[in-house]
């Protein structure tokens, strides 16, 4: 439910397109993922909560607070928080569940939470890039530069690493027997 609501918010108060978009999805994909845990539910006899919980409103509350960019980025944090916990139980049920039918249910429902969660991870990189008032793309020399300190930084500590364990003994391989480095 929670989803749903957080959907038709996004579509109101979404500054961006992406965040619109992502809106609409969230709010059509979680009625009808919404529905069909009713239909399940209604035929175990399970009673299925009819409000939003008081954390999930009091996030609805502080995001409704909120416009323009701040908005979008919030949102788009609270999604991506929302959806990795999502997909982990939705996992664990597809793994674990002694119902098949609540199986099902949980391993179809995961690709559309996966997709959404890669929906807000996307437009996460957007709004951060969108936060500065002035910011430009970066060049190919300020990317290479950056990738040639990050190879600097990897061989530091492949060094810094292969300094501080133990020392192999004459057959080649180290005491821990991996041979592998732990970063």
Do not use: C
């Not at 978009?21 to 299925?48: F, M, N, V, Y």
């Not at 949102?75 to 609540?102: G, T, V």
């Not at 192999?168 to 005491?175: F, R």
Request: net charge negative; glycine share 6%; hydrophobic share 20%.
């Amino acid at each position: 439910m929670a989803e749903v609501e957080m959907g038709k918010l996004a579509q109101e108060r979404g500054s961006s397109e992406h965040v619109k978009e992502l809106g609409k999805q969230l709010a059509e994909d979680h009625q009808k993922s919404l529905d069909q845990i009713r239909t399940i539910a209604q035929s175990k006899g399970i009673d299925l909560p009819q409000e939003v919980s008081k954390k999930d409103k009091a996030e609805h509350d502080r995001l409704s607070g909120l416009s323009g960019d701040a908005f979008d980025r919030a949102f788009l944090k609270a999604a991506q928080q929302d959806h990795r916990k999502d997909i982990a139980e939705y996992k664990r049920q597809a793994e674990r569940s002694k119902d098949p039918e609540i199986q099902q249910y949980a391993q179809s429902t995961l690709p559309v939470l996966e997709r959404h969660q890669q929906m807000s991870m996307q437009g996460s990189s957007t709004a951060s890039t969108t936060e500065g008032a002035t910011s430009t793309p970066r060049t190919d020399t300020e990317e290479s530069a950056t990738g040639s300190k990050q190879k600097d930084k990897d061989k530091t500590k492949d060094k810094e690493w292969s300094e501080e364990r133990p020392k192999s003994s004459s057959s080649g391989s180290t005491s821990s027997g991996s041979g592998t480095n732990p970063k």
